[in-house]
């Protein structure tokens, strides 16, 4: 083997690159399913090393192909697994173990919201879990079709779990993309009004006055660079807010597109960053690479721990100082309240403001009185219903103010 | 590949215990000629690597150290305003082309480290840390100066590099970077050393560690880390222990629990934290490390 000139010779390439070309080729868009940001140029350099002889010996090919592949951490934590399941033929499944109880493939609730973005309405029941505490469940079976004959006529006061009608669920779902962009205008437009130049840019002043011999005639000014708001939103994904998520999504993807900085993250036991997969321009297809992120949705919530993931590994990244956190969820947690309190804590001390939309406040006899909700309240500057649109659309002038 | 010791081992000369992999990442930056983007928490040693590639290449290192607003003047180049103007006075009466033109000679330049870093006559290591701190527009025009090596200054025209250097990047994760600067380097994620290693930087770095002594702080310091800590001791405060530690003269950690736990502010960095590591857990843990 010639593995030690640094380029070997075309006929060798060749050689090798037809042996191997097409399987990395499979490797490649395997990597491209799982996320990886892999091109034509990556693939190349993949091929020369394995044809330099880096391809005899396989725990170094793995090594030399995660640094080339990688592009951030998460990656990095996947590439062995992906790797091994696909050039050793071992099973990934080992490796998800280690991850917890997370199940793959038939999360029911993802399902259930995707069906109702698209195509089919009403069968909502398989997946609701209404929580025991309020009022008795009422938007069970074949309810939703009853409801759509005597629904009210202004669609901004419906509640959203009472939308059935697949026609009304777009327009609810455009509703919120456009309250979405709406929002984005007027915050931009205060940003621009607050920037005015206040300070001497000196060098620059003496450069621009070269002209007159040095003389200052034009001044130049610094201006300060305006830092847009952030929102950040966290979506409870659980069972119990399942017949919410799916206008929720829609209403993160607007936000996303229009607003010039958000983040969106989804919750249930664990905690996905789920922004590039929203940025997907059609909705439906976002949904789609969705449902492969936030595999084990629908069954409890954890918000503390999922609150700590963010406060660990998110938080810096996401977070300035003109951020405003905005959690959508019913506040059932499932895990320990006394750890949801804390990591609430240290998120309010990060943030600027933190939202707290909870779709079940509009019910009748709804009181914040489980375990999960009390800990976090007194760290949320504002805790808001969120079950229609128009309560959403209140939200704005708050917004505005930050 | 043999390469693969040798840079583990030219590495450690310079005073950077590596592993395995991050010896592979270096001979593939070499190989492919590509950046390497180095992501961790703070404090494992990202800017480590880069000074000690630059004393296994035996070769300058320039460093540019990134904040928000970093601009093309500071991060490339600018023109000597001063001295330009005094030129401008002294020459006055002359030709305004012959002023011109010499005062938008190189004589007038001010290098900046990304300029500095292709005019050199050997690649020398250029360091851009913590290019998440910087803008968005600042990481677009590097990435273009990235894949050209070359830098056009509109007065003077383009300046082509003499020799590429070697691209070292680093990011602490405060921002997220652009997919388009993640593509083109090469990614390396930098944990925090397992105990055996971190020994080894101990006794490397700190004259006066004994084995015993390095490998008692190392796993010390490991089970520190598995507490619930806000902030996480990196591999810098470990060495600031163990300096403090062997200058209070300390020989076993078990004998002089009192010291420990008193020089712990060398790894704790918040009130919380202290507050958390009590005398009690202080001994729990130095039970363990027996």
């Given at each position: 083997m010639s593995c030690c000139g640094a380029s070997p010779d075309f006929e060798e390439i060749?050689?090798?690159?037809?042996?191997?070309?097409?399987?990395?080729?499979?490797?490649?868009?395997?990597?491209?399913?799982?996320?990886?940001?892999?091109?034509?140029?990556e693939g190349q350099d993949a091929a020369s090393l394995m044809a330099s002889g880096y391809a005899a010996r396989p725990g170094l090919l793995r090594s030399a192909l995660k640094h080339l592949f990688s592009a951030r951490k998460s990656d990095w934590e996947k590439f062995d697994g992906l790797f091994d399941a696909f050039w050793l033929g071992r099973r990934v499944r080992s490796r998800s173990l280690t991850f917890g109880a997370a199940k793959a493939a038939?999360?029911?609730?993802?399902?259930?919201?995707?069906?109702?973005?698209?195509?089919?309405?009403?069968?909502?029941?398989?997946?609701d879990q209404v929580p025991s505490t309020g009022d008795a469940p009422e938007g069970q079976g074949g309810e939703g079709r009853m409801e759509g004959a005597s629904r009210a006529d202004n669609l901004a006061e419906v509640d959203f779990r009472k939308l059935a009608d697949p026609e009304q669920v777009a327009q609810a779902h455009d509703a919120a993309a456009r309250l979405a962009r709406l929002m984005r205008t007027r915050l931009?437009?205060?940003?621009?009004?607050?920037?005015?130049?206040?300070?001497?840019?000196?060098?620059?002043?003496?450069?621009?006055?070269?002209?007159?011999?040095?003389?200052?005639?034009?001044?130049?000014?610094?201006?300060?660079?305006?830092?847009?708001?952030?929102?950040?939103?966290?979506?409870?994904?659980?069972?119990?807010?399942?017949?919410?998520?799916?206008?929720?999504?829609?209403?993160?993807?607007?936000?996303?597109?229009?607003?010039?900085?958000?983040?969106?993250?989804?919750?249930?036991?664990?905690?996905?960053?789920?922004?590039?997969?929203?940025?997907?321009?059609?909705?439906?297809?976002?949904?789609?690479?969705?449902?492969?992120?936030?595999?084990?949705a629908g069954g409890g919530t954890r918000i503390g721990e999922s609150l700590k993931t963010f406060n660990r590994w998110h938080a810096a990244r996401v977070i300035h100082s003109r951020t405003c956190v905005m959690i959508v969820s019913d506040g059932y947690e499932t895990g320990d309240a006394a750890l949801l309190g804390r990591e609430m804590a240290a998120l309010a001390k990060r943030c600027r403001r933190i939202v707290w939309l909870n779709p079940m406040m509009a019910w009748e006899g709804y009181a914040?009185?489980?375990?999960?909700?009390?800990?976090?309240?007194?760290?949320?500057?504002?805790?808001?219903?969120?079950?229609?649109?128009?309560?959403?659309?209140?939200?704005?002038?708050?917004?505005?103010?930050? | 590949m043999k390469d693969r010791e040798q840079i583990a081992q030219a590495l450690a000369v310079s005073g950077y215990i590596a592993d395995s992999e991050l010896a592979t990442a270096i001979s593939l930056m070499q190989r492919l000629r590509r950046p390497l983007l180095l992501e961790g928490e703070a404090g494992v040693g990202k800017t480590e690597v880069a000074k000690a590639l630059a004393g296994m290449h035996a070769t300058e290192l320039i460093r540019l150290q990134c904040y928000e607003g970093?601009?093309?003047?500071?991060?490339?180049?600018?023109?000597?305003?001063?001295?330009?103007?005094?030129?401008?006075?002294?020459?006055?009466g002359s030709d305004a082309e012959t002023i011109e033109d010499q005062i938008f000679s190189e004589k007038y330049l001010l290098e900046r480290p990304l300029l500095a870093a292709i005019r050199r006559a050997k690649s020398p290591v250029l360091l851009i840390d913590e290019i998440d701190r910087a803008d968005d527009e600042f990481e677009a025009f590097l990435l273009e100066l990235l894949s050209d090596f070359q830098v056009s200054i509109p007065e003077l025209g383009t300046i082509a590099a003499t020799t590429i250097p070697h691209v070292v990047l680093t990011s602490n994760g405060t921002r997220e970077l652009s997919d388009a600067l993640r593509r083109?380097?090469?990614?390396?994620?930098?944990?925090?050393?397992?105990?055996?290693r971190e020994a080894r930087i101990i006794m490397a770095r700190i004259n006066g560690a004994g084995a015993a002594l390095s490998l008692q702080i190392a796993s010390m310091v490991e089970s520190i880390r598995k507490e619930e800590l806000r902030k996480v001791p990196g591999v810098a405060e470990t060495l600031d222990w163990a300096a403090a530690l062997v200058g209070l003269d300390v020989r076993d950690l078990q004998d002089e629990i009192e010291t420990v736990h008193e020089t712990l502010m060398c790894l704790l960095k918040t009130h919380e934290d202290k507050a958390r590591i009590t005398r009690e857990v202080t001994e729990r843990l130095l039970g363990k490390v027996a």
């Open positions: 060749d050689e090798v690159s037809r042996l191997v070309s097409t399987k990395l080729a499979a490797f490649l868009r395997t990597l491209r399913d799982n996320g990886f940001a892999v091109g034509p140029a038939n999360s029911p609730s993802m399902k259930s919201l995707q069906d109702q973005g698209s195509e089919r309405g009403g069968s909502q029941s398989a997946t931009t437009r205060r940003d621009l009004a607050r920037r005015r130049g206040y300070r001497l840019d000196l060098r620059r002043t003496i450069h621009r006055n070269i002209s007159h011999g040095g003389v200052p005639i034009a001044l130049v000014r610094r201006q300060r660079k305006g830092k847009p708001l952030r929102l950040v939103v966290l979506l409870d994904a659980s069972g119990s807010m399942s017949m919410y998520t799916s206008v929720f999504l829609r209403f993160i993807h607007g936000v996303l597109d229009e607003f010039r900085e958000a983040e969106a993250f989804l919750f249930h036991t664990r905690l996905a960053f789920v922004s590039d997969a929203m940025k997907e321009k059609d909705a439906g297809r976002a949904l789609d690479r969705l449902s492969l992120l936030a595999q084990g914040p009185v489980a375990a999960g909700i009390r800990a976090a309240l007194p760290h949320v500057d504002l805790y808001a219903p969120a079950n229609t649109l128009q309560s959403l659309s209140a939200l704005e002038p708050y917004l505005a103010k930050l | 970093l601009d093309q003047s500071s991060a490339l180049y600018e023109w000597n305003y001063q001295r330009q103007l005094l030129a401008i006075q002294a020459h006055k083109r380097c090469l990614y390396h994620y930098v944990d925090y050393p397992d105990v055996d």
